[in-house]
């Protein structure tokens, strides 16, 4: 009698830990979850920012480097025009 006491015993117990785990392992699920949609959410924004930057940075050059161009150029003409 005492040795089917204890196997129920036993099996109510490993049934509730299988429980736990199947529990325990939802969660973990759910949380990766959570963080990949985070993590992508955030990498996201970053792109974002970096582009508008890079956008910027590129548009202000390009100004720059057309005006430099422009002086230059009208140095170099008013060393080649011909003399009269």
Known sequence: MK???A???FLV???A???Q???DLKKASENTKDATVA???K???GTKKVYKTSTH???KGTHKAAKVTAKGADKVADKTSPKQ
């Open 57 to 59: 940075a590129v548009k």
């Open 7 to 9: 196997a129920a015993v």
């Open 39 to 41: 993590g992508a959410k």
């Open 21 to 23: 785990v199947g529990q």
């Open 43 to 45: 990498t996201a924004n």
């Open 13 to 15: 117990g490993s049934s």
């Open 3 to 5: 040795t089917i006491i």
């Open 17 to 19: 830990l299988f429980a």
